[in-house]
């Protein structure tokens, strides 16, 4: 079983609040991500980092911002929340991989309404 | 670029029934390839992998082929229950194109009914 934590579960917040998303792993895992999934299920990967003082841009251009000061907590910001940041939000993490391939084992989600 | 083509959902079976969700890629180098399972509520857990060709990777009564010849890694069961209603993820990791990340496929939603 996987132990990676995301609070909160859901969260309902008026336009304009600043809003921080928690992630926090108990794994040792190096490798962590943030990914969007829209209401059709399509995930898209906004951030990701390979350890602490790494962070880099996903695929998905995102307002959010995100930080990793320590291994375990990977926190995503929104300085300023919108009716198009709706949506929900996955965290994962995984080893950096040996070989080719890495598994991600990926929290509970976050999900958020901005009205 | 690096890509996941799934079948588009939903798919409705009874109890019992066989299934089959096509997932074909596009990579730059030689991927491994993944099947995640979305339980309603919940986040992603791994499936099953393959990491070369002619594996085949299986779990809970799912199986899944890396095909090279046909860019292919189809998910069936043989008998699908209520509990496999799920949203099912195809996807690849290729060092060479997606910088060891995962690019998944849309999904493809399951309901099983009784």
């Known amino acids: 079983e996987a132990d990676i934590y995301q609070t909160p579960r859901y969260l309902v917040i008026g336009t304009g609040k600043k809003i921080t998303l928690e992630c926090s792993q108990t794994m040792g895992h190096d490798k962590m991500y943030w990914y969007q999934q829209d209401p059709g299920m399509e995930l898209h990967l906004i951030h990701y980092?390979?350890?602490?003082?790494?962070?880099e841009k996903g695929d998905l251009s995102s307002e959010s911002t995100v930080s990793r000061i320590r291994t375990e907590h990977f926190p995503l910001t929104l300085e300023s929340a919108r009716p198009s940041h709706t949506s929900q939000y996955l965290c994962a993490s995984s080893k950096i991989p040996q070989g080719e391939y890495e598994t991600q084992y990926f929290g509970p989600g976050t999900r958020l309404l901005v009205l | 670029g690096d890509s996941v083509t799934q079948m588009e959902g939903p798919v409705t079976l009874s109890e019992e029934a066989f299934l089959t969700i096509n997932c074909t890629y596009t990579a730059t180098g030689y991927p491994s390839l993944f099947w995640y399972v979305q339980y309603p509520g919940e986040g992603l857990q791994l499936l099953l992998k393959a990491t070369k060709a002619d594996d085949k990777g299986s779990n809970k009564g799912f199986e899944a082929t890396y095909r090279k010849e046909t860019t292919s890694f189809h998910l069936e069961k043989g008998s699908v229950q209520v509990s496999d209603s799920a949203v099912y993820f195809c996807a690849l990791s290729d060092y060479g194109g997606s910088q060891g990340n995962l690019i998944f496929g849309k999904g493809t939603k399951l309901s099983v009914k009784p």
């Open positions: 980092s390979y350890g602490v003082n790494s962070t």
